[in-house]
């Protein structure tokens, strides 16, 4: 079962891209990557996933790397309000039903 | 409908009481959860229900009772709690398969006393 490593806080400038990094080094080859975010006091919110290709929505892209070993979410234009907890998350389990959370990242977008 | 709804938003319970929380969704979600989350940790898994039946349980107490009634609805019952049980309990639901994201509710607020 995959497990993911990302670092526990970034900062960056409003209106400038974030960058996310992901570990998830033990992925399998069937095994999606998602991410979601938390906004203090809420519930965490749906992002973007994907498998081996790159995704875009209106939200964020990921990228990831050709071996699958990590993946960026990259919001592109940050704004105060995305100044949350990022989590990457590889669910586990047959039918990957196990939406685990590990710490997170702690964005702080800074005006 | 893309909401996830959990009622109450705040529930203040005495370790004696019997108290239950709601969550509903009317997106066809077969596939509805139960996290836990205290105060600046992540959510953790509780169970796992899919298509009515319980397939996953994270080894939680048994003073947790969860109940699936029907596909729309997902029930915790509480019963004997402990302060520390205090929490943030948040429902979820999604579609069946690996391609499927998570939709959650806002949570309800416990506290235990």
């Known amino acids: 079962d995959a497990k993911t490593t990302q670092p526990p806080s970034m900062d960056c400038a409003e209106g400038r891209a974030a960058n996310l990094p992901c570990n998830h080094s033990t992925i399998s080859g069937n095994e999606y990557v998602y991410w979601y975010r938390q906004i203090h006091s809420q519930g965490p919110q749906y992002i973007i996933h994907?498998?081996?290709n790159n995704e875009t929505n209106e939200m964020a892209s990921l990228i990831i790397t050709e071996d699958r070993k990590s993946s960026t979410l990259i919001l592109p234009h940050a704004t105060l309000r995305d100044t949350a907890v990022y989590y990457c998350i590889v669910p586990l389990g047959a039918g990957g039903f196990k939406t685990i959370f590990g710490a997170g990242t702690r964005l702080f977008v800074k005006a | 409908d893309t909401e996830v709804t959990q009622t109450p938003k705040h529930l203040v319970m005495g370790m004696t009481n019997k108290k239950s929380l709601k969550c509903e969704q009317h997106?066809?979600?077969?596939?509805m959860y139960w996290y836990k989350q205290k105060a600046k940790k992540p959510p953790e898994l509780m169970f796992v229900y899919s298509y009515e039946k319980l397939s996953i349980n994270e080894s939680v107490p048994s003073r947790f009772s969860p109940e699936c009634p029907n596909s729309s609805l997902l029930n915790l019952h509480l019963h004997a709690l402990q302060p520390e049980d205090s929490a943030l309990y948040l429902c979820?639901?999604?579609?069946?398969?690996?391609?499927?994201?998570?939709?959650f509710g806002q949570g309800t607020r416990l506290t235990v006393v």
């Open positions: 979820a639901s999604s579609r069946q398969g690996l391609r499927t994201e998570a939709f």
């Open positions: 997106m066809g979600h077969r596939a």
């Open positions: 994907g498998l081996k």
